[in-house]
């Protein structure tokens, strides 16, 4: 290409056309804040645009829910480094939840009844415990290494004599667990000419789980619950505020500003106008909703969280369930807090 001369490359012009989108999206934003109100009349016609919004094959759940799910299990050895899976069986599970698409993620199942349960005989909970991105169902479970910023997450919970389900979702890093070559990005945009998304699709193969287990003679379907961190976090979240059955979400180190994040899969078409965090969290209400975010977390600050929690705090209150919603900003980082208040109230409320 030839060289260009200064002339023709409108410096000045192109910087106050980007100067102008800039600012046209911060006067939007504060439109939309100005604007900002969480509605409390007709929620499930809400949630249903709120799944609309996902789109496809989350909004065809109802069509789906009817199919059989077929199931191909893996009994996985316990880890001699980790001290308490002894005390678990653990098993690898790919799940047919449409016809023709697998899924797969991770049951752990203690083996003894938790002491703290009167009648022995009682059906154990489920809890649905979710990776963050880089992540794995043996990860979240501390199988062969412990994680730097799960902090136990399965462990503490199957401790009560609970049986976890760890999904595995399109978030591993290849160049660790192999696979090489997948693109969430571009699967996510693929999926999005086509009415969907690959947070849809994730959530509705996550759902269809929940189908089987919670069809399980040993699951108490009436005591199901959510716990997820980062990615993870927004799953919970998201996936709580989608399906009623969930009855407690701890959703960790997801909360906060979305303009402030650029991935595609985290977008949707008018998404700051009518589904941010805090219509997300409104959804799940009056059902128990944990929000627990890191003092020090760089990527998800508490004071960008703040305003949101504020109108999700307001909410509950017209509502007449404060109590349902409990949100503590913690001494820590980008990680599931290590002191046990959220895993405390999670527990106490399946």
């Given at each position: 290409m030839?060289?260009?001369?200064e002339?023709?490359?409108?410096?000045?012009?192109?910087?106050?056309?980007?100067?102008s989108?800039?600012?046209?999206?911060?006067d939007?934003?504060?439109?939309?804040?100005?604007?900002?109100?969480?509605?409390?009349?007709?929620?499930?016609?809400?949630?249903?645009?709120?799944i609309?919004?996902l789109g496809?094959?989350?909004?065809?759940?109802?069509?789906?829910?009817?199919?059989?799910?077929?199931?191909?299990?893996?009994?996985?050895?316990?880890?001699?480094?980790?001290?308490?899976?002894?005390?678990?069986?653990i098993?690898?599970?790919?799940?047919?939840?449409m016809p023709?698409?697998?899924?797969?993620?991770?049951l752990?199942?203690?083996?003894?009844?938790?002491?703290?349960?009167?009648?022995?005989?009682?059906?154990?909970?489920l809890?649905?415990?979710?990776?963050?991105?880089?992540?794995?169902?043996?990860?979240?479970g501390?199988?062969?290494?412990?994680?730097?910023?799960?902090?136990?997450?399965v462990?503490?919970?199957?401790?009560k004599?609970?049986?976890?389900?760890?999904?595995?979702?399109?978030?591993?890093?290849?160049?660790?667990?192999g696979?090489?070559g997948?693109?969430?990005?571009n699967?996510?945009?693929?999926?999005?000419?086509?009415?969907?998304s690959?947070?849809?699709?994730?959530i509705?193969?996550?759902?269809?789980?929940i189908?089987?287990?919670?069809?399980?003679?040993?699951?108490?379907?009436?005591?199901?619950?959510?716990?997820?961190?980062?990615?993870?976090?927004?799953?919970?979240?998201?996936?709580?505020?989608?399906?009623v059955?969930?009855?407690?979400?701890?959703?960790?180190?997801?909360?906060?500003?979305?303009?402030?994040?650029?991935?595609?899969?985290?977008?949707?078409f008018?998404?700051?106008?009518?589904?941010?965090?805090?219509e997300?969290?409104?959804l799940?209400?009056?059902?128990k909703?944990?929000?627990?975010?890191?003092?020090?977390?760089?990527?998800?600050?508490?004071?960008?969280?703040?305003?949101?929690?504020?109108?999700?705090?307001?909410?509950a209150?017209?509502?007449?369930?404060?109590?349902?919603?409990k949100?503590?900003v913690?001494?820590?980082?980008?990680?599931?807090?290590?002191a046990?208040?959220?895993?405390?109230?999670?527990?106490e409320?399946?």
């Amino acid at each position: 290409m030839s060289e260009i001369s200064e002339k023709y490359k409108n410096i000045k012009q192109r910087d106050e056309y980007i100067k102008s989108i800039e600012k046209f999206i911060d006067d939007s934003k504060i439109k939309a804040d100005n604007n900002r109100k969480v509605k409390t009349a007709d929620k499930e016609n809400l949630r249903k645009q709120y799944i609309d919004t996902l789109g496809y094959p989350l909004n065809c759940y109802e069509k789906f829910k009817q199919e059989e799910i077929k199931v191909k299990t893996e009994p996985l050895e316990t880890d001699e480094n980790n001290e308490d899976s002894e005390n678990m069986t653990i098993t690898r599970y790919q799940l047919e939840v449409m016809p023709g698409f697998w899924f797969s993620g991770i049951l752990y199942e203690p083996k003894e009844r938790s002491e703290d349960k009167e009648d022995k005989n009682e059906r154990n909970a489920l809890v649905i415990a979710q990776h963050g991105g880089a992540g794995t169902s043996e990860i979240v479970g501390s199988l062969v290494l412990d994680s730097a910023n799960y902090n136990h997450m399965v462990k503490r919970v199957i401790r009560k004599g609970i049986t976890v389900f760890a999904p595995q979702l399109l978030l591993w890093a290849p160049e660790i667990y192999g696979n090489e070559g997948y693109n969430r990005v571009n699967i996510d945009q693929k999926l999005k000419q086509l009415g969907g998304s690959i947070t849809a699709l994730e959530i509705f193969c996550i759902m269809r789980s929940i189908d089987y287990f919670a069809g399980l003679d040993c699951i108490d379907d009436s005591r199901i619950g959510m716990v997820g961190l980062s990615y993870g976090g927004m799953y919970t979240l998201y996936t709580a505020a989608a399906d009623v059955r969930i009855k407690v979400a701890l959703s960790s180190c997801w909360f906060g500003e979305r303009l402030d994040h650029v991935r595609t899969d985290w977008f949707y078409f008018n998404q700051y106008n009518a589904f941010v965090d805090e219509e997300v969290g409104s959804l799940i209400l009056p059902r128990k909703l944990y929000v627990e975010i890191g003092k020090s977390d760089g990527a998800f600050p508490p004071e960008k969280a703040e305003p949101y929690l504020t109108g999700l705090t307001e909410y509950a209150k017209i509502e007449g369930c404060a109590d349902s919603l409990k949100i503590k900003v913690f001494d820590g980082g980008h990680e599931l807090d290590k002191a046990d208040d959220g895993i405390k109230f999670f527990i106490e409320n399946l």
